[in-house]
């Protein structure tokens, strides 16, 4: 990042110091989208160290891929988070990799998703792990159904229709009961297809 790049994100930092928050248009006009703006915090809270910072970005950066991963700023903000933070640092590179399994098929045949998919470094190789199905959390989270409950709002992840005889199934949350074909209502990927 250069000077200017860097500025508005020490304000942030900053800013969470004083007020445990901070929002993504502040005095200084010149911010990346703001996926691409978390990413970029969260990667200066870790290298201050400053743990609650870390967990409050990566909040804010899950909720806005989520809705947001076919924005143009999604392919950016992959590139920030694999060229800002390690390997082992899982924190925005699984739900990276989650709404990228998730919404696969759309994003294959996005332009500026093919270009990171060449050049953010170590993207492709993890990519590729979990369309090949790894026996990692996010590849069962990503094979399994994401079902929004509509009682409660939590979000679930299974496989209805494994066993015929139990034609309804619970909210793992609230225990709310419906039948099968009304979950396959709520669920989240098809509603975004
Ligand atoms: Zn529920």
């Not at 709520?186 to 975004?192: C, E, I, P, Q, V």
């Amino acid at each position: 990042m250069t000077i200017d790049e860097k500025a508005p994100v020490v304000e942030a930092v900053l800013t969470y110091l004083y007020n445990f928050n901070y929002e993504t248009g502040m005095l200084i006009t010149s911010r990346p989208p703001p996926m691409v703006f978390h990413a970029q915090v969260y990667a200066m809270a870790e290298m201050y160290g400053i743990q609650s910072l870390k967990t409050y970005s990566k909040e804010k950066f899950e909720t806005t891929i989520a809705t947001g991963w076919n924005l143009e700023a999604f392919p950016s903000s992959i590139t920030e988070v694999f060229s800002t933070t390690p390997e082992t640092d899982r924190g925005l590179r699984d739900p990276v990799i989650k709404v990228c399994c998730e919404n696969s098929k759309a994003l294959v045949a996005d332009d500026g998703f093919k270009v990171i998919l060449r050049e953010a470094p170590g993207f492709a190789a993890e990519f590729a792990e979990v369309l090949a199905g790894g026996d990692t959390v996010v590849v069962k989270e990503c094979l399994l159904t994401v079902y929004e409950c509509p009682d409660c709002g939590r979000e679930w992840h299974g496989n209805l229709n494994e066993n015929p005889d139990l034609p309804s199934s619970l909210c793992p949350y609230c225990q709310i009961e419906y039948d099968n074909e009304d979950w396959a209502r709520y669920t989240r990927r098809n509603k975004k297809r």
